[in-house]
């Protein structure tokens, strides 16, 4: 995806110089930050395609940052791709939970940054099947199951379109197949934000909440594909 916009952000010179190099003879344009801080204020000021954020930085990490990037309505949907020298399952899910589209140890080729940046953005430009979706509010009386439609399926989240409005902050119940590999997948997503559309449906963002490591390869698996 040539003339994309890709934010890299790190506190290490060298890697955003040896990351903007790689991207940028590869035909994307780069912005970069190296405070997670100032990575929102860019991102605010000029939305990017991806963000390819460091976990470890002083101050605002790479952890804070997407959640506060998520907060924002022109990021909630921009894959963000949260990078780490050490790979622990509490880092992961620290990132996971503030919303990143993946998270990664960082590449050991320049090769390997180049291939992720690539498949992500493919993934994104695809128009993505629309799945049904079985789902229910949790806490309500009655548990009533409601089907929806999602689209915008990622590794953390989905787009969920229903005839009933939900509000925000909700959790929900969610079932589906994951489409083309029929992967059954039942997990608990938080909305993120609601609205109502032109159409007069309702659209919410939902991001999961207790996704296991297993549904998410799937998803991505899908999304590669």
Do not use: W
């Amino acid at each position: 995806m040539k003339g994309a916009v890709v934010l890299v952000v790190d506190d290490l010179k060298l890697f955003v110089q040896m990351e903007t190099s790689l991207l940028a003879r590869a035909g994307f344009e780069v912005l970069t930050a190296e405070a997670g801080e100032r990575a929102l204020e860019l991102a605010r000021q000029q939305p990017p395609h991806l963000i390819l954020l460091d976990l470890n930085m002083p101050g605002m990490d790479g952890a804070a940052a997407c959640a506060a990037m998520r907060r924002e309505p022109a990021l909630a949907l921009t894959p963000i791709i949260i990078m780490s020298a050490r790979g622990s399952r509490e880092d992961r899910i620290r990132c996971l939970e503030a919303g990143c589209t993946e998270f990664v140890v960082k590449p050991e080729q320049p090769e390997e940054l180049l291939g992720l940046v690539a498949r992500i953005l493919a993934a994104r430009r695809r128009k993505m099947t629309r799945i049904s979706v079985v789902f229910g509010v949790t806490g309500k009386p009655g548990g009533r199951q409601i089907v929806g439609l999602a689209s915008d399926l990622s590794g953390t989240g989905l787009l969920l379109v229903s005839s009933r409005p939900v509000e925000t902050g909700a959790v929900l119940e969610l079932e589906f197949l994951v489409p083309k590999i029929y992967h059954p997948v039942k997990l608990k997503g938080k909305v993120t934000r609601a609205r109502e559309n032109a159409e007069g449906a309702f659209e919410m963002g939902v991001h999961f909440v207790d996704i296991s490591q297993g549904d998410q390869e799937s998803i991505l698996d899908y999304i590669a594909a």
